[in-house]
């Protein structure tokens, strides 16, 4: 079984300043970890993924996520907000052995010029 | 690379009338495909979970029969609502994998916006 829990719906930050994503998950196997982002109307994008190597991940337009099994999380940062950010984010996480996926509820992001 | 669409990207139907949303993979052959749905506002929900030349695996809850989907190649997957009806409506996603490799991440199709009158 597993599951993966986006602690905060909506997050809200100035433009230029840091984003942080909470993602927390569970799993009964070695999971995958993802972040996806989904702008309005459209499909979703890849940002990162973990799976198993480096703890921490560097993916597209500057988004990390660091893997701390000892916590269960795979918090997605950002240093510094620019307005093309505001989306919604989704954790995932994926494992088994048809790596079935689970979708966390999403954190809708904005960023305030 | 690694492109998937789908056809159509919208549609408006009748209530009791069937609808097919085709998804492909451009470049690549997708072991496994699947289909979620999305409410407004709301997280993917997984539906089902094809394997090409083997039938569907369906979600807790998803009507296998009502959601009837193919997997006829490895390139393309179809979802099929029949009867729909105006609780349908909804965003419909699909996504492609490459293999069954681990951490092998899924490819995402832009969705269908199904609107059931």
């Known amino acids: 079984a597993q599951s993966v829990t986006q602690l905060d719906s909506h997050v809200s930050v100035s433009e230029g300043t840091p984003v942080l994503l909470r993602c927390n998950y569970s799993s009964s196997y070695s999971p995958s970890l993802f972040w996806y982002v989904q702008h309005p109307n459209k499909g979703l994008q890849l940002l990162l993924k973990?799976?198993?190597?480096?703890?921490l991940v560097k993916g597209i337009n500057g988004f990390e996520a660091e893997f701390k099994k000892s916590e269960t999380s795979f918090h997605l940062t950002k240093p510094s907000a620019h307005m093309s950010d505001a989306a919604e984010y989704f954790c995932?996480?994926?494992?088994?052995?048809?790596?079935?996926?689970?979708f966390g509820t999403g954190t809708k992001l904005q960023v305030i010029p | 690379g690694a492109v998937v669409s789908q056809h159509p990207s919208w549609v408006i139907c009748k209530s009791g009338t069937s609808v097919k949303i085709e998804c492909r993979s451009l470049d690549f052959q997708a072991t496994t495909m699947f289909w979620y749905r999305q409410f407004p506002k709301q997280s993917l929900m997984l539906m089902a979970t094809?394997?090409?030349?083997?039938?569907?695996?369906?979600e807790q809850g998803v009507e296998k029969d009502k959601f009837l989907i193919n997997h006829a190649s490895l390139t393309l997957s179809t979802l099929t609502v029949t009867s729909a009806h105006p609780e349908d409506s909804s965003f419909y996603i699909c996504?492609?994998?490459?293999?069954?490799?681990?951490?092998?991440?899924?490819?995402f199709g832009p969705g269908t916006r199904l609107t059931v009158t």
């Open positions: 996504s492609a994998r490459p293999g069954l490799a681990i951490g092998r991440e899924q490819y």
């Open positions: 995932v996480v994926s494992g088994g052995g048809y790596q079935k996926v689970t």
């Open positions: 973990y799976t198993s190597a480096a703890t």
């Open positions: 094809s394997n090409e030349g083997s039938k569907a695996t369906y």
